[in-house]
């Protein structure tokens, strides 16, 4: 499938703003891509389709968990976690998208998890540094996500939980595996 043919496909799905926050993660993640080594072309459509649940409602994402081989834990944490393992189920169904490495990284998208593949840490750290971003300590993971894409994805890992944290959330429990592993692996 070629960029401008994705686009398409999901530009209905989002608002505008989601939709251009869409081409900068894929910008980023090209060039993450291209600097670590990751399957450039996929790295471009797994970019494009990562955010392809975000404006599903609330309780067609939870019959969609309830109903399929998604993780029932999901259901009780917080429904901002649902649209990435939400958006993979749909890529494979409504559209037809069959590549499983592409389809987990938009699963995991949000969280990580504990064996993240480079396509999964190349998606997960582009949406965290793309230029629209503004999160407290997001220049020093910009500078390592260039050095080191462990580093990287360790630091973005680190201070989603620590601001999670800092806002009494509850914390998902693949998020602190992503955090985990990258912590033993960055050392
Ligand atoms: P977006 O879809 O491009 O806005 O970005 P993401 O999919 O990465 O993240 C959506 C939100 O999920 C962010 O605000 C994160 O802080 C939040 N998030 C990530 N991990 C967890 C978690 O374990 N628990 C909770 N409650 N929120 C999380
Ligand atoms: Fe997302
Ligand atoms: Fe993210
Ligand atoms: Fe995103």
């Known amino acids: 499938m070629e ?3 994705a686009l398409a496909l999901v530009k209905p799905h989002l608002k505008q703003e989601r939709y251009e ?3 900068r993660v894929m910008e980023t993640a090209i060039q993450l891509a291209e600097m670590y080594g990751v399957d450039v072309h996929k790295t ?3 970019a494009i389709f990562h955010d392809y ?3 599903r409602p609330v309780e067609e994402m939870k019959r969609w968990i309830q109903s399929s081989y998604l993780p029932k834990d999901l259901l009780h944490y917080h429904h901002e976690l649902w649209h990435g393992p939400v958006g993979a189920l749909l890529l494979e169904r409504e559209l037809g ?3 499983q490495e592409l389809l987990e990284a938009v699963h995991y998208h949000t969280t990580g998890r504990t064996h ?3 396509l999964d840490k190349v998606i997960f750290l582009a949406d965290y540094i793309e230029p629209g971003r503004k999160f407290p300590g997001l220049e020093q993971v910009r500078e390592a996500a260039w050095e080191d894409l462990n580093k990287g994805c360790w630091m973005a890992s680190k201070n989603t ?5 800092s806002k009494n959330q509850p ?3 693949e998020t602190f595996y992503a955090y985990n592993a990258l912590t033993k692996q960055y050392k």
């Open 97 to 99: 998208i069959e590549d």
């Open 161 to 165: 939980i620590s601001f999670l944290m």
């Open 171 to 173: 914390i998902y429990p």
């Open 53 to 55: 649940a975000k404006y």
């Open 21 to 23: 926050h869409t081409i």
């Open 3 to 5: 960029r401008n043919e």
């Open 44 to 46: 471009e459509l797994a």
């Open 116 to 118: 993240m593949t480079d």
